[in-house]
C-alpha cells in the first residue's frame, strides 16, 4: 500500500504539551506495553506498519515539522515538504507528484491520503487497506472511508451512500448539519466524513496539471509559493462523480482537545504526580521534573510543560485557543532531529538550554551574530566542531563560543550540554548555517 | 518594647511554596504599595517598627532559617539561634539569656514573645506595646495576650479571664474544646491562647537557673543539645498564679494553610497567570516564569514553584501535609543570606543551578569533595576568588572549578551566574567552608 500521511495542525488546543512546533500529533501520552510512551504519529506508523510491513509511508508535512517527524520516526522516513500553506489540493498534488517523481511510484497505482491525528485500533489500518485494493481495482476514480456515525454529531461533513452498510457509490455529500438533520442522515445510511481517501496517482496528477503549469514534483516545490490556494473538495470532490465509499464500524477518535485526548489514555496520571483520595475522574499529564499534587479534584485536567501549566474543568478545555493566542512567550521545549532543546532558565540578557544529542546525531553548523555561548558537557561523549577545529568533548569539559564563531557538535553516545547563552538580543532568527566538511 | 519574636515551623502545609529550609512566615504573597510582595516576617517586623522605631527585636529560630531572615530583614537583624530542638521552655530561656548577656538588657525589663506568623493589623502591634506596659509594671509575672473569638473554634486553647472586656487576673486556662464547650466558654468571656505573653527578663532567668545548670547565654548555648525537653507551658505557666491577660479584638488570622492564606490575599493572581471567565474563587500563586491557564474552576487554588504544582479545592488543601511527606525530591529553591539559589535542571550526575548574589554580599568560602563546578556569569560585576585568586568577574566570564578547589564569589552589583554542577555524588552535605583572608 502507497499512503501519505498528512500532518499539519498548530497546536494551540493541547498547550502547554503542544505549541508552534508541536502539534497534537507529537504529544507522547500513549503508554506502551514496554512502559514507555508513544505519540499519535507514532502510534499511527506503527499500526500501518504492523498491518503490511511493506506499506509504502510518506509523510506530507511542512517544514517546522520535519526535525519532529525525523526525531520521533527515524531519519530515513519519506517526508514531501510544503514550503509554505497553499490550502490541501497543492499540498496532495505535491505529495503525489513526489511519490511518482521521486518515489517513482507508476501513475497507475494508487495511494490512501490520510490524516495523522485520529486515535484508532489494528481495524482500521486493515480498512485502509482494503481501500487501496478497491482503489486499485480501477472501477472509480476517487474511493472514500466513511465512518460509522456513534452519535448525531455536529462536527463532521456526512457522505451519503447509494447502498447502506457495504461498499457503494456515493450518492451525495453533506456539510455539518445540526443535530436534528445530522439523526435523519443516520437513518438514511450516512457516514461521517474522515478526510481519508484512496486514488489512483495518475488521477491526480492529470488534474493537477489542468490547473497548474508544471513539469514534475521539483518543478511544482520551485514555483509552490506562487500556487493559488485551492481546496482539494473544490478542485476534484465536487466536480467528480465516480466515488465510492467503504463503511468503517470500529474505534475512530478526533483527540483534539484535552478532554478527547484523556479520555483515550489508559492511565490518570502520567509523569510525577499524586492524586488525594477524594480527586475523581481527573488527570495529570506532567512533562516536568517535579510533582503535581491534585486535592479534592472533580472532572479536572491538569497539564504541565515547560511552556506552561494548564488547569481546566473538563468540559471547558475546547474553549483554550483564544487564551493561548495572548501567551507571547516563546516554544520552551522543542524536539530536532538530532535530539531534544529544553530552554531552563531565561534572564534579561541570557538563557539556558539543556541540549540532548541523540547517538551518531549533530546539530547543523552554524552561528551566531549576537550572542555568545557557553557549553557545560554534562553527560556522554562527542566531538565538537569550533571554527573546523575538533575536538573530543566529554563531561566537564567547557567550550566557549563567541559571536561569529560556527559550532556543532557530533554525539558519539547520547550527549547531554548546558548552553548558556549570553548577548543583548537572544532570538531563534540569528542562527548563520554553514556546509560541514570535515577533513 | 523589648520583643521575642519566635520564628520555627516545618513549611509542609503551603507547600510548593513552603518547603524545608522556607516556613510559611517566608513565602511573600502580601502585595505592598509600591506593587512589590512581603512575607508575613517582613510584614511584622514592619508592622513593629512601625508603631515604635525603637523597638528591639529579636527572631529566635533555629540555624536553618538564618540565611531566609538575614535575606528577608537585613545582615543586622538579631537573631538568637537554638542550636537543635529542645521544645518551649529551652528556647525561651535562651532567647531571654541572649537578650540579657549578648544585649545587655536590665533582669528588670519585660519582653513580649510572640509567635511570627499570625497575619495582623497595626492595632495588634499598638496591644503588643500595652502588653509591654503592664508587663513592665510588674504587678503580675506572667501577660498574656487573649484573642476575642470571632467563633467557636476548636483550634485554639481559651483563656478564662476573672473580669470580661479589660485587663484581668486569669481565672484559668482551658484545653481545645470542642464546639459546644467553646460556647459556653465563649459566654463566660473566654479568649483564645495566641502564644503571646510578657514576662520580666529575670523572672524567667531564675527559672531557667532552677531548672537547668548553666552560666550564662554562652554556656546554655553550648550545652544546649544536653537540655532536657520540656514545654513552657509545664515549665512556668502551670505553676503560676499570677498571671493577667490584655483582651484584643481586632484582626488575628492564623494563615496556615492555603485555603485561609489565599483569604487573606488581595489579588487573585500572583506571578503569571490567566483565569477564563467561567473561573470563580479560585486563586493562582505562580513564582515560575511560565504562565498558568485556569479555566471553569471553582473553589480552586494553584500553587506553582520550582519544587512542584499543587492544584486543591480550597477546603482539601488543609490536608495537605501527609502527601507532601511523600514527596522525596530535593528543595528546589532557597533564599540564602547573600541571595537566592534556584535548581534550574537536574540529570543523573549533573545539576544545574541559578545563583543570584546580591550587591556587597559573597557566599561562604568553599569547596566540594565529589562535584566539579563550571560557573558562568549571566549578569552583573564581582570578585571570584579560587584558591585564594583573586579575578574581577563579568558577564560571559567562564569560571572552572575542580573537586577540592575553595572558591567563592563577591558581588559588586547584582550579579547571577550559572553554576552547572558534575560529579557522581551530588549532595547539600559535601562542602567544606575555609575562613577568607583577603590581601
Redesign the interface.
Known sequence: MNIILLSGGSGKRL??LSNDIRSKQFIKVFKKEDGEYESMLQRMYKGIKEVNKDSNVTIATSSTQTSIIKNQLGENIDISIEPCRRDTFPAIALATAYLHDVKKISTDESVVVCPVDPYVESDYFKTLEKLYEVSNKGNFNLSLIGIKPTYPSEKYGYIIPEEKDKLSKVKTFKEKPNVETAKEYIKEGALWNAGVFAYKIGYVLDIAHKLIDFEDYYDLYDKYETLNKISFDYAVVEKEDQIQVLPFDGLWKDLGTWNTLTESMNERIMGKG?F?E?SKNSYII?E??????????ED?I?A?S????????K???S??KP??E??K?QV?YAEKSWGTY?V???????Q?V?VTLNPGHSMKYHSHDNR?E?W?V??GEGVSIIDDMEQIIR??D?I?IDAGCKHTVLATTQL?L?E?Q?GKEITVEDKNVYKLTRK
Open positions: 498547550w502547554p499524586v488525594d477524594k506532567n516536568l521534573n517535579v510533582p503535581v499534587l491534585g486535592m479534592g479534584l479536572i491538569v504541565a515547560p511552556d506552561g501549566i494548564l488547569v481546566s474543568k468540559d471547558e478545555s474553549y483554550i487564551y493561548v495572548n501567551f512567550e520552551r529544553k531552563i532558565n531565561i534572564e534579561d540578557e541570557s539556558t539543556l555568545d557557553v557545560t554534562v553527560s563531561p566537564g567547557v566557549t547531554k548546558v548558556v549570553i
